[in-house]
Each structure stands twice: as C-alpha cells, then as structure tokens.
C-alpha cells in the first residue's frame, strides 16, 4: 500500500489562482528605433490596452503594458532638449507621475482592488496626456 498524499496546507495552496503571467516582451525597449510621434502612438497604445484591461476585470494583466509606457516615457527623455524651456518641467513631472503609477498600476494590480487600479490608472492617463500634448501641442 502507497501511502497517502497529505492534504497541502501551506497559504499558496489556499489563495485563488489566477492566470499566469505574460510572458515578458521580446525586446529590451519597445521604443527601440522609434520616432518620437512613433513613441507617443505607442504610449497611447498602451494606455488603451491598460484601460480594456482594466474594464475586462482582467488586473493581474496590467502590468506588462504600464511597463512597457513606463519605458516609452522614459525614451522621450532624450527629446526633452528640443522641447521650450516653458515645458520641461511639466514633462518631467508628468513622466515622474507615469513611473510612478506604473508600479502603482502593476501593485495594485496584483491585489486585485479595482478602486485602486482604477486611482492608479487616473494619474497615469493624466501624466500620458500631458506627455502626448508637451510634443503634440
């Protein structure tokens, strides 16, 4: 007779399963070899792609697409020269709120707490506007 399997006990048996992650993207930088009209289509893109996330309850998703615009917004960086002086400090403010809510949307994603996510999202879609007007404008 084999012995019996014991029942697992441990706080990772007990807690909902969720979908496995996405994978990570391929590339280093999803700005890689971009324009920068090509970098905000893409930011845009994945603010988006954020939002349909988060209508599609799907939380724990959100994060590979904040990351991404996380990274978007910080290859921008090396276009601040060209930008007035008038608007570099607005830009660096709205690409500091966007890394920061990027992690934010990725914590609170992984909580699952949809009024957070959703607090989170807000400044996140500000500080992407105001990065998308500071070159569109």
Do not use: C, H, W
Not at 9 to 30: C, F, G, L, M, N
Not at 80 to 88: M, T
Not at 114 to 133: G, L, P, Y
């Amino acid at each position: 007779n084999a012995p019996s399997a014991a029942p697992t006990t441990s706080a990772a048996a007990s807690r909902p399963t969720s979908s496995p992650r996405p994978p990570a993207p391929q590339s280093a930088s999803p700005a890689e070899s971009g324009t920068t009209p090509d970098i905000l289509a893409q930011l845009r893109a994945r603010g988006d792609l954020i939002q349909a996330l988060i209508d599609g309850g799907r939380f724990g998703e959100v994060y590979v697409p904040a990351f991404e615009a996380k990274d978007l917004a910080l290859a921008l960086e090396s276009e601040q020269r060209r930008l007035p002086l008038d608007k570099r400090r607005p830009f660096d403010a709205a690409v500091a709120a966007l890394v920061r809510s990027a992690y934010l949307l990725d914590a609170f994603g992984d909580l699952g707490n949809k009024q957070q996510i959703t607090t989170a999202f807000r400044e996140f879609s500000t500080a992407m506007n105001t990065i998308v007007s500071t070159f569109t404008q």
